[in-house]
């Protein structure tokens, strides 16, 4: 359940506790824990749709990107895919995507090396300020959300467009750069097919400032005693235009596809791509922003890493509406206007409650 205004006086200071010890869920599990402790209960989310979370039927869409600019008739059966994919999954996975297998493995290695520092070596990189290069906590809405703990830490690193390696840790800084380097690469092709899926020209997203900024998120899942009772991350979609996500063979993601909660199951060397609230927005709901979750478990860490493209930190006052271009006098703006500082601020206040941030910007 969510928690009562006359409660969560009492909740912010136990946060507040847990927050300064700097060590985050792992330094729960260091010290022993053998049940999950009531800051982390969840069984909201645990029991809405449950029952269809292994449901065979539907399979997220997979998209091979092998030699995609040496067969015309390829590329336009891909651009079809990624609009199929865009307006009704808001999901689909990537294979052939050009980042070497070793790359992948290596920057897993690199987040769960920082994660397993020891807490006096992490203790300088905590805080609560996004706008630092690099930071580490748990659960970025800790004082915010009004829903249970995410049982789950993670490392921010705003990679573009001004990347700054001194303020990475060495534990994961040359992995962290080089992943971001071919990240951009690749996100960069895909807002050429999403620019293609939607009828306008290749450089259209890309020209619009889409893929100006970069942040890369490492998450740390340690193994949880009581997977039942609290949630890995709940119910939310993400805050950014796309996000590129790279996650280990443990699994636990879901995807809520026609009300039913579907497993996406690891592949190795496969990266999963999701529309964000942003793309959704600017596309006037042509492509989907899906919402997603990801279940605890009792084996672990689960590491993934996820990558979000999102306006440059110089563009955060610059204003996004519905592209022109796709709007008509049948398809007239359904949001109005807004800043990327607006849809930050918003997210953060809100936390991941469960409900869509899109709401607040429709007309």
């Not at 006359?6 to 700097?22: G, P, S, V, W, Y």
């Not at 709940?234 to 636990?252: E, M, R, V, W």
């Not at 997603?292 to 996820?306: E, F, K, Q, T």
């Amino acid at each position: 359940m969510a928690i009562t205004n006359q409660d969560f006086d009492f909740i912010l200071r136990e946060r507040k506790a847990f927050d300064e010890t700097k060590a985050g869920v792992k330094g729960l599990v260091d010290a022993g824990v053998k049940k999950v402790p009531s800051l982390f209960h969840n069984q909201h989310d645990k029991v809405e749709n449950a029952s269809n979370s292994s449901n065979a039927c539907h399979v997220m869409p997979v998209i091979d990107l092998a030699d995609i600019d040496k067969d015309p008739s390829k590329h336009q059966e891909l651009v079809a895919m990624v609009k199929e994919a865009s307006e009704t999954w808001g999901f689909f996975q990537v294979v052939n995507h050009g980042i070497p297998m070793n790359v992948l493995e290596e920057m897993k290695n690199g987040v769960k090396r920082f994660h397993e520092m020891d807490t006096e070596g992490k203790r300088g990189f905590h805080s609560r300020d996004r706008l630092r290069f690099f930071l580490y906590n748990s659960n970025f809405d800790l004082y915010s959300s009004r829903l249970e703990l995410n049982w789950r830490d993670t490392f921010r690193c705003c990679l573009y467009p001004d990347p700054k390696p001194e303020e990475v840790p060495v534990a994961c800084r040359d992995i962290l750069l080089e992943y971001g380097k071919h990240i951009m690469r690749l996100g960069i092709l895909l807002f050429e097919l999403l620019s293609e899926a939607l009828g306008l020209n290749p450089n259209h997203l890309k020209d619009m400032g889409y893929a100006e900024g970069l942040i890369t998120a490492g998450h740390y899942y340690p193994a949880c005693p009581e997977p039942h009772m609290t949630m890995g991350t709940t119910k939310h979609a993400d805050n950014s235009f796309i996000t590129l996500l790279l996650q280990d063979n443990i699994g636990g993601l879901q995807v809520l596809y026609q009300n039913n909660w579907i497993d996406i199951r690891p592949v190795p060397g496969t990266l999963v791509v999701n529309i964000g609230d942003l793309l959704q927005l600017v596309t006037n709901d042509i492509f989907k922003s899906c919402e997603h979750r990801v279940l605890a478990n009792r084996d672990g860490p689960r590491i993934s890493v996820a990558c979000f493209f999102y306006p440059g930190l110089k563009a955060y006052s610059k204003v996004y509406g519905p592209i022109k271009e796709l709007l008509s006098e049948d398809n007239p703006p359904k949001y109005r206007e807004t800043t990327f500082a607006e849809c930050e601020a918003n997210f953060v206040s809100k936390g991941l409650d469960g409900t869509s941030s899109l709401t607040r910007y429709r007309i």
